[in-house]
């Protein structure tokens, strides 16, 4: 697909629109443009529906006089939640570098078994070194 430049409608520059958007995109990722297309966003929205947040507290606080308890339990459960996950730390991972001839049938159809054999050593299924670290290959 061709990409064409666009102008935008807030800075007047040139900006290659994002291929997801396309013709649509208005503006350039600038942040004062897409603040400034944010605004007249929410500007021709609410003109189109005007009266849409009217009346509606009316209703919701008549629910919230008939439920007192709800906002204090609602904070409470999610402060609960919060409170329970601790820190999170990082913990030790390996990578491994497999040959390509194990993946020829398609993943789903190999299962391999990868034994520890020592700190920088692991052996495969069928007994071969799947992986060894620079350091311990090169004696370094």
Known sequence: ??????????????FIPDYRIGPK???????ECRKERKRTSQASW???????????YAVTRRWLEAHPHYKREW??????????????????????L???????RGIQDTMLKITLIDSDTYLGSEGEVVYKTRLASTGS
């Open 25 to 31: 995109q208005k503006s350039c990722n600038r942040p």
């Open 1 to 14: 697909m061709v990409t064409r430049q666009k102008r935008c409608e807030f800075c007047g520059r040139f």
């Open 75 to 96: 904070r409470r459960k999610r402060r609960g939640i919060q409170d329970e996950i601790g820190d999170l730390t990082a913990t030790k991972s390996v990578r491994l």
């Open 98 to 104: 497999l040959p390509a001839k194990w993946f020829i």
């Open 46 to 56: 609410t003109k189109k529906n005007e009266g849409y947040f009217q009346g509606r």
